[in-house]
């Protein structure tokens, strides 16, 4: 096995989690988005996604989810996930 890989594995150091990559984004992991409202702004909010509403692999300005509070929103930040 190289250190080349391009797979992620579960290890969060193969590339940056920041949120374009849809393959990065399940439903029920805590992620920071901005919401519509917020855009101008760029305050992030906490949640956990229920929904990945992106269709396509990749968006420059981050995928776009609903939360499981119902909000909708861009993905910024994919923080360490709790090990379960």
């Given at each position: 096995m190289?250190?080349?890989s391009t797979s992620n594995n579960g290890n969060a150091?193969?590339?940056h989690m920041n949120g374009q990559n849809r393959g990065d984004i399940k439903p029920g992991m805590e992620v920071e988005v901005v919401l519509k409202a917020d855009q101008a702004t760029g305050k992030l909010?906490?949640?956990v996604?229920?929904?990945?509403?992106?269709n396509s692999?990749?968006?420059?300005?981050?995928?776009?989810?609903?939360?499981?509070?119902g909000?909708?929103?861009?993905?910024q930040n994919i923080?360490?996930?709790p090990q379960l």
């Open positions: 190289t250190s080349h150091d193969a590339h909010t906490r949640g996604v229920a929904k990945v509403l992106t692999d990749f968006h420059p300005r981050g995928i776009k989810v609903r939360l499981v509070s909000q909708v929103g861009r993905v923080p360490p996930q």
